[in-house]
């Protein structure tokens, strides 16, 4: 451009054009796609777990992770039963909120990453897997270990053709399990994939159950866990369990901090209760429960009076911080 502006013969024409060019190079910037906004003071941030169900939500999840320093979000692919629950089973429109996300993680390339979700009924899941990574997707996530998902066991060999795949290719997989119901078909599909890089969210749902937890991370060295609840009354009674069993889980955060990850699944959606201030209120609830000794958040309520109530933090120390905040993530994307 610069050659042809400069033996252009009219002034005029050269000024015009360098007037294009600043005015598509602006556009060409999305609104919030770079780490400026963030507090370099603060800690680096990397939330693992996030569904989102369009593009017209990215704005807003922008502004939420800004205002609590998150730099980058793992969005993961969701049905519409999920994106939307009402009770009904089903697993529909994954495909398009796949989609969704990859447009998402594309146009706001320094902020967010996409994990598709593979149909349980996909017939050729691997396919499905290679066409999302070579959209620009980063991981993958299955639900087959959801009860409300659940079609066949985690190890039946409709699936291990993709985990294979995933194993050799280093893509990681985030695997949501009911232990109470699935943990031998994870263990075998753990056991059977070790060099698999796997991250269970929810505590793996093991937090009524840390010793569980604890026996998980001491056999499975691919296993990580996100730290996140879900659904507000899945977030309260998750936020109680931890402050009534405090020492409990110092014990265990801290002696496996490297296999944490923060993650918050607050499902950003156009509901009217979903506005910034509520994303923003869940978001640091998790960060308090992390990094504070006592902490209330309106999440935790007294049900007779309303009061927030006070909980025990976990005041983890620096260093472990770092590792749950974005080092162990970090150490999953450089295997």
Known sequence: MS?????????????????????LAFFAITPGNNLNSLNDSDYKIIDVHENIDSMDQADKLVSVMDAVNISQTVLVGSPEEL????????????????????????????????????????????????????????????????????????????????????????????????????????????????????????????SKNPAQLASLFNDFPNLYVDISFGYQDYLKDGLTRISENIDVFKDLFNKYGDRFLFGTVAVVTNDEEKTEEWLEETYRTYRDLLEKDIYTTARVTDEETGELVLLNGLALSADVLEKIYSGNWEGIMTR
Do not use: W
Request: charged content about 25%; aromatic content about 14%; overall charge negative.
């Open 83 to 206: 994106l939307n629950y009402t009770g009904e089973q089903g697993f529909s429109s994954i495909e398009e909120n796949n989609e969704e996300i990859l447009s998402i993680a594309n146009e706001y390339d320094e902020r967010f990453y996409a994990f598709c979700a593979i149909d349980p009924d996909d017939a050729d899941k691997v396919a499905t897997a290679k066409k999302c990574i070579a959209e620009g997707g980063t991981g993958l996530k299955l639900y087959n270990g959801h009860t409300f998902f659940y079609e066949y066991p985690l190890d039946d060999d409709r699936l291990l053709p993709l985990y294979r795949y995933a194993e050799e290719e280093g893509v990681p997989m985030m695997i949501h399990v009911n232990t109470a119901y699935y943990l031998d078909q994870f263990e075998d599909v753990l056991t059977l994939y070790p060099d698999l890089q796997v991250v269970c969210p929810h505590f793996c749902l093991s």
């Open 3 to 23: 050659k042809k502006i400069k033996f252009l013969k009219k002034p005029i024409l050269s000024v015009a054009s360098v007037a294009i060019v600043a005015v």
